[in-house]
């Protein structure tokens, strides 16, 4: 079985290293490659870089892949990509993770070191957990969101498509995140979240509007 990371970069790199951990214990992947359409090297990080017409000929059912690209409209766009390529999305659960035995995960979701997901939690297609964040029971984090470093997400969170959660931000329990919207560095989530909108302060406040589907 290959596992294909779809972006050569450092968020890639760290994808490489779970799972390079999880072959240390199971030897689940025979290749680890890259693909990236704008690099012209065919090395990197000490794996080989393909472009996405290069990958067109390898067998579906022996070969997976993750998304490496942090912005979620990003990830969303090049996860239906390989989908559309008849593509499998693999699950990588770093084995330095904490993790429920009762929580789901969806076909291309990655949880990094550190992490702890608690009872009948669910991350959705593409979604991506980094190190130190904190995940309650019963949190559903939609597809292709992304919650970085040291976020802490009460219990019974419903965390929409598309959403950042920037470094070090906390969340009460028992909210609603809408689709596209941005948790800023640092900001308290207090209450619901409308969809599209950017999270500042302490209490957060929607500032802005997410319109053009970017992170800050």
Known sequence: MKLLIYGAGGLGREYCDIATRINNIESKWTEIAFIDDNKQENEYYNHPVYTF????????????????????????????????????????????????????????????????????STLCENSLVLPGAVIGHDVTVGKHSFVCCNCSIGGNVKIG?????????????GLTIGDDSVMSLGAVILRDVPESVIMFGNPARAMRNNDEKKVF
């Open 53 to 120: 017409d290069e990958i067109s000929s390898f067998d579906r059912k022996d070969t997976e892949f993750v998304v490496g690209v942090g912005n979620p409209a990003t990830r969303e766009l090049l996860f239906n990509k390989m989908k559309e390529g008849g593509f499998t999305g693999a699950v990588l659960l770093d084995p330095q993770a904490s993790i429920s035995p009762s929580a789901t995960f969806k076909e291309g979701a990655v949880v990094s070191a550190f992490v702890l997901i608690s009872s009948l």
């Open 161 to 173: 498509e598309r959403v950042f959660f920037a470094e070090n931000v906390p969340c009460k329990e």
